[in-house]
């Protein structure tokens, strides 16, 4: 259960607004806390309703149930966040793109590249890779009014075969990595940095059965986490980051050298 957050003493006028996917578990939910407490109206994205056992400051007036693997279904939800915003002045300061699926097949079983379906294929790159660019053309317009920045979330297994993670999700994770360079290059005349972090092996609540076992791969001899990630994103959000971009940032513990 998500610990309780006070409000913020900033004032609701002119506090900064993050749009982030994903939020209703691990690294999301790790992220709404950090931003939350800073002060900046979270507006969460997710498949699932809004859960009053995590409340945060006006939690369940700012959430936006939808599903990234449904085209139209986006269309709506960005239609929804563009009349949200347009309550404090249609700016956005930050695009968080968290969410992301892995799906295994019957048993468990990693999905590689012989026996995927191609149906999950098209499902996962949907959610990985397509709903992050759609989200940021359709929000495109209350970034730049902030000068706001993009943040996706790739992951270590876009670089690298990973044991657990399934070839349509390494691959789409790669994509999104290449995805951030292109979008870092396309957005910045606008004012909007991009840029990813990629984590790696993350104590959530989903870990995969065996994780433990890549702890004698990670220099620092630990699982990360989700705190950790959430402090790179919001760093990555922050004027102390207002030169960076098109970068991707590990936060691995070293898995990745």
């Not at 970034?143 to 993009?150: C, P, R, V, Y």
């Not at 999700?169 to 290059?185: D, P």
């Not at 702890?215 to 030169?243: H, M, N």
């Amino acid at each position: 259960m998500m610990e309780n957050i006070s409000k913020s003493d900033t004032a609701k006028e002119g506090r900064k607004t993050i749009v982030l996917t994903g939020a209703s578990r691990g690294i999301g939910h790790a992220s709404v806390m950090r931003f939350s407490k800073a002060g900046w109206r979270v507006l969460t994205l997710s498949r699932q309703p809004f859960d009053d056992a995590c409340p945060w400051p006006e939690g369940a007036a700012n959430h936006v149930q939808v599903d990234l693997a449904d085209a139209d279904s986006l269309g709506l939800a960005v239609a929804d966040i563009r009349s949200r915003l347009e309550q404090e002045g249609g700016k956005l300061h930050a695009l968080v793109n968290n969410a992301g699926i892995s799906p295994k097949l019957e048993g468990g079983k990693r999905p590689n590249t012989l026996d995927t379906p191609m149906q999950v294929w098209r499902q996962v790159f949907q959610v990985n890779f397509f709903a992050p660019i759609l989200l940021a053309r359709g929000l495109m317009t209350e970034l730049e009014a902030a000068k706001g920045a993009i943040v996706n979330v790739t992951s270590i297994a876009g670089g690298r075969v990973h044991p657990f993670a399934g070839s349509a999700y390494a691959t789409s994770k790669a994509a999104l990595a290449s995805l951030t360079r292109e979008m870092a290059a396309d957005f910045g005349p606008h004012g909007i940095r991009v840029n990813a972090i990629a984590p790696g092996e993350i104590d959530t609540s989903i870990l995969s059965p065996g994780t433990d076992g890549l702890i004698k791969d990670i220099p620092l001899g630990r699982l990360g986490e989700t705190q950790e990630v959430a402090e790179t994103i919001f760093y990555l959000c922050s004027e102390g980051a207002s030169y960076v971009n098109g970068a991707e940032v590990h936060v691995n513990g070293g898995q990745h050298v």
